[in-house]
């Protein structure tokens, strides 16, 4: 079993900036890749960014290309999104997800749909 907890969420101004960070705990001497997804009230869930396990392979969805980063810290158990140039339409919650069960591909950044453990979320709004 894995868990993973977010944090790093808040209020901020528009283009302003913030860090996410999601610590995993439990059986963290799997190799998996990871990944961040966000949902709005009334709309569906979004793939925001994807890394390997060894963090050489990086996705971003086009909505938020060139303002947020997705790294992690394999040493602290830890995935990170950077968030610039925040935007209202970035207000949602931000989910921590692992491919626990998809260590196989650890080398690679998983479909949407291949993420099978999640964290509570934590809410971003950005203020116009």
């Known amino acids: 079993q894995v868990q993973l907890v977010e944090s790093g969420g808040g209020l901020v101004q528009s283009g302003g900036s913030l860090r996410l960070s999601c610590a995993a705990s439990g059986r963290t001497y799997t190799r998996y890749p990871m990944g961040w997804f966000r949902q709005a009230p009334g709309k569906d869930r979004e793939f925001v960014a994807g890394i390997s396990w060894t963090g050489g392979n990086t996705y971003c969805a086009e909505s938020v290309k060139g303002r947020f980063t997705i790294s992690r810290d394999n040493g602290k158990n830890t995935v990170y999104l950077q968030m610039n140039s925040l935007k209202p339409e970035d207000t949602s919650v931000y989910y921590c997800?692992?491919?626990?069960?998809?260590?196989?591909?650890?080398?690679?950044?998983?479909?949407?749909?291949?993420?099978?453990?999640w964290g509570q979320g934590t809410q971003v709004t950005v203020s116009s």
């Open positions: 997800a692992a491919g626990v069960g998809r260590d196989y591909r650890s080398m690679y950044v998983l479909e949407p749909d291949e993420y099978d453990c």
